[in-house]
């Protein structure tokens, strides 16, 4: 292309796009080389293979992870075909709640990865607080899969940092809605679509604009490996955060810390989510940075 053509074309750079909520044991983990998703949380794995993926990652990602699901015996996701055994850490005591979080921390896992579902087996109050006052005490933070009547309720009142799916199976009240405004909530709203009118996803988009409008931190997240999703961007994901947030808010809740540019797309700054899907899709990564000669 000829010098003056290039000039006249903007050129924005961005950082690239953070996947808060993954599985990488269910997809190919191939197809996120190198392609505008440049870091993803794993939230439930068994933990020594996820550490081993997060040691050697597909090219150009940073993996952080969770280790496995902490619930109660019997509890959410126990036999589950897609879990492996190891992906599920039975904890039926305070004391147990300890040596569960002892071992998060010693196999190198950011966050501890809790269940709360109804209809099945339930962590007690005296353990969920024991394994979330001793996440905090190792400076990790407690991330809870929250489901059913009440469960969400009990995430927030207990301290728990983050939410891994906007509440989608209540309509919470606003006074707990205020009480998780200090919370960061994971989007996953695309796999409650589907055809009519979802009311799991409506549901969860009404809670998500309460949340955000109380001062809550919405952030994207996909559960890639939940069902057919794809391996990379989720343009629906983004599609639908984008009936939520746009601007600078949606930016902030799709890419990564502005300090780190690594996309660079020949189109101006994106607003909308259409505009964002646009860019991602125009989006290249910027070489990586040389060192500097000694
Ligand atoms: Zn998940």
């Given at each position: 292309?000829?010098?003056?053509?290039?000039?006249?074309?903007p050129?924005?750079?961005?950082?690239?796009v953070?996947?808060?909520?993954v599985?990488?044991?269910?997809?190919?983990?191939?197809?996120?080389?190198?392609?505008?998703?440049?870091?993803?949380?794993?939230?439930?794995?068994?933990?020594?293979?996820?550490?081993?993926?997060?040691?050697?990652?597909?090219?150009?990602?940073?993996?952080?992870?969770?280790?496995?699901?902490?619930?109660?015996?019997?509890?959410?996701?126990?036999?589950?075909?897609?879990?492996?055994?190891?992906?599920?850490?039975?904890?039926?005591?305070?004391?147990?709640?300890?040596?569960?979080?002892?071992?998060?921390?010693?196999?190198?896992g950011?966050?501890?990865?809790v269940?709360?579902?109804?209809?099945?087996?339930?962590?007690?109050?005296?353990?969920?607080?024991?394994?979330?006052?001793?996440?905090?005490?190792?400076?990790?933070?407690?991330?809870?899969?929250?489901?059913?009547?009440?469960?969400?309720?009990?995430?927030?009142?207990?301290?728990?940092?983050?939410?891994?799916?906007?509440?989608?199976?209540e309509?919470?009240?606003?006074?707990?809605?205020?009480?998780?405004?200090?919370?960061?909530?994971?989007?996953?709203?695309?796999?409650?679509?589907?055809?009519?009118?979802?009311?799991?996803?409506?549901?969860?988009?009404?809670?998500?604009?309460?949340?955000?409008?109380?001062g809550?931190?919405?952030?994207y997240?996909?559960?890639?490996?939940?069902?057919?999703?794809?391996?990379?961007?989720?343009?629906?994901?983004?599609?639908?955060?984008?009936?939520?947030?746009?601007?600078?808010?949606?930016?902030?809740?799709?890419?990564?810390?502005?300090?780190?540019?690594?996309?660079?797309?020949?189109?101006?700054?994106?607003?909308?989510?259409?505009?964002?899907?646009?860019?991602?899709?125009?989006?290249?990564?910027l070489?990586?940075?040389?060192?500097?000669?000694?």
């Amino acid at each position: 292309m000829p010098d003056g053509v290039a000039e006249s074309v903007p050129v924005v750079t961005l950082p690239g796009v953070v996947d808060h909520h993954v599985h990488l044991g269910l997809v190919d983990r191939a197809l996120l080389a190198d392609g505008p998703v440049t870091e993803v949380h794993d939230l439930g794995w068994d933990p020594r293979e996820v550490a081993a993926w997060a040691a050697d990652p597909p090219s150009g990602i940073l993996v952080r992870y969770a280790g496995p699901f902490h619930t109660a015996p019997g509890g959410y996701p126990t036999g589950r075909s897609w879990a492996p055994d190891a992906a599920v850490r039975h904890v039926a005591t305070p004391h147990e709640a300890a040596e569960a979080v002892a071992d998060v921390v010693a196999v190198g896992g950011f966050a501890v990865k809790v269940a709360l579902r109804a209809g099945m087996a339930l962590l007690p109050d005296d353990v969920l607080r024991a394994l979330v006052t001793e996440a905090h005490s190792a400076g990790l933070p407690v991330l809870v899969h929250a489901e059913g009547d009440g469960q969400a309720q009990r995430a927030i009142d207990v301290g728990a940092d983050v939410l891994v799916h906007v509440p989608w199976t209540e309509a919470l009240p606003d006074a707990v809605i205020a009480r998780a405004a200090r919370m960061t909530w994971i989007s996953t709203f695309a796999i409650h679509d589907g055809p009519g009118r979802p009311i799991g996803l409506e549901r969860a988009l009404d809670n998500a604009r309460r949340f955000v409008a109380a001062g809550g931190t919405l952030v994207y997240g996909t559960d890639m490996g939940n069902g057919p999703t794809p391996g990379g961007v989720n343009e629906r994901e983004i599609e639908l955060l984008g009936r939520v947030l746009e601007g600078r808010e949606l930016r902030r809740a799709v890419l990564g810390p502005p300090s780190a540019p690594t996309l660079t797309a020949p189109l101006p700054l994106p607003v909308t989510a259409t505009d964002l899907i646009t860019w991602l899709r125009a989006a290249r990564r910027l070489p990586a940075p040389r060192r500097p000669p000694r």
